[in-house]
């Protein structure tokens, strides 16, 4: 085997080949050449393309600016502009390695100052679409504490009644042999309460109804708590004169803080010294119920608050840990009650039955509604607040003041 000229050849096919090599290479710069020829062509076009555009974009912003039509706006072609006039160079050494050129344009249509004050007014003209955050905003009403300590029944006529024992004579005695035992007398009393209707009404338009679906869940929203609210007031404070319910707190209903001479002394009393001596009122009339104080939040956090001189809070023995508990008497924070006043009672021997639960209904032929294309939206209950009358002395209802001179004196 002649090795010498097997080499030989090998040699001559890689020269051959390295060859073919070099005038691809050769043949590629031509190319790229006339490529960047033909770039360089495009960019003095484009150039001058721009150039023009952007003499009739400043005229036109000019024009816009004299007419008063949206103020100072920033050039669309900006970028695209000063690519070719004040980044000339870099732009061209881009170009002749073929990088390419990208440019974002700016929107200038929309008159950002008139947007932002027609999210004030209104925005029927508005370009962009507001944001609409979820909910109401609406200021909090007051929440509702005493239909939660008081019992609850239903009825299903117009009035409820029961019987009281109204008087008592007791007899009892020891009685010698051969004398005669001593009467006892009791009289019974039947009363009543009328059930009593609650109600309001609000009118709405049927395109309103039609063109937002929440305004309906935001009507019962709204009627459903301003119904037991108004419930509730009834039964703290209705005057029992039709159709008022009667109320706790009514003119000789709950008793007034009456022992002036039992307790007496207290050296600088407080709220919490104010609800022991209506709780030791109650106990004496042999409630043995659990008992529950109203008190207003301003009187509530005065109570919370007592501090000898050198600033230490001061704890009185007769109220728990929790702050909520005085004398085993849970102490409820309530807007109902008037600041300066407090209700103490057991409040489970009050019962409200109701008769008709809170219903909604929805009319349109009220009045001149289908003239107009409105419903009527009511709200309403039946109910009654039945309180019997051995049952006043369960409530001590009076001024703070008072209690405190009472016990002080």
Do not use: H
């Amino acid at each position: 085997m002649d090795y010498e000229k097997e080499l030989k050849d090998l040699n001559d096919s890689i020269k051959s080949e390295q060859k073919k090599q070099a005038e691809a290479l050769e043949a590629m710069k031509k190319d790229l050449k006339a490529e960047n020829v033909v770039l360089l062509e495009k960019y003095d076009a484009a150039q001058k393309t721009i150039e023009k555009l952007s003499v009739q974009a400043d005229t036109l912003a000019v024009q816009l600016k004299d007419q008063k039509m949206g103020g100072k706006r920033e050039n669309p072609f900006k970028e695209l502009r000063d690519a070719f006039t004040v980044k000339k160079d870099e732009t061209k050494a881009r170009l002749k390695k073929g990088e390419p050129l990208t440019f974002e344009l700016k929107a200038s249509t929309i008159d950002e100052a008139t947007e932002l004050s027609n999210g004030t007014t209104d925005l029927s003209t508005a370009v962009i679409v507001p944001f609409r955050e979820p909910g109401i905003g609406k200021a909090p009403d007051r929440p509702l504490t005493l239909l939660d300590i008081i019992s609850r029944g239903t009825i299903n006529s117009n009035r409820v009644s029961w019987v009281e024992r109204s008087a008592r004579t007791a007899g009892a005695a020891a009685v010698a042999e051969g004398n005669q035992y001593a009467q006892s007398d009791f009289t019974w009393i039947q009363r009543f309460a009328p059930v009593e209707k609650i109600g309001t009404f609000v009118k709405v338009t049927n395109e309103a109804l039609e063109d937002w679906d929440q305004l309906m869940s935001e009507i019962n929203i709204e009627l459903f708590p301003m119904i037991e609210r108004t419930v509730e007031s009834g039964v703290y404070s209705g005057t029992g004169t039709s159709p008022a319910m009667q109320g706790i707190t009514d003119t000789s209903i709950a008793a007034a803080y009456t022992l002036t001479t039992e307790i007496t002394g207290i050296v600088t009393p407080n709220l919490v010294d104010v609800i022991t001596a209506a709780v030791a009122q109650i106990r004496g009339q042999y409630y043995t119920d659990e008992l529950t104080a109203m008190v207003n939040p301003y009187d509530y956090a005065m109570m919370t608050m007592p501090k000898n001189a050198d600033g230490i809070y001061l704890m009185p023995p007769n109220l728990a840990p929790d702050r909520i508990t005085v004398a085993g008497c849970r102490v409820v924070v309530s807007g109902l009650v008037t600041a300066g006043y407090v209700l103490v009672g057991a409040f489970k021997r009050d019962t409200l039955f109701v008769n008709r639960g809170i219903t909604i209904k929805i009319w349109d032929q009220d009045s001149t509604d289908p003239e107009y294309d409105l419903k009527t939206i009511t709200a309403s209950v039946r109910a009654v607040n039945r309180l019997k009358v051995p049952d006043y002395n369960a409530f001590v209802y009076d001024a703070t003041a008072d209690i405190v001179t009472a016990i002080s004196s």
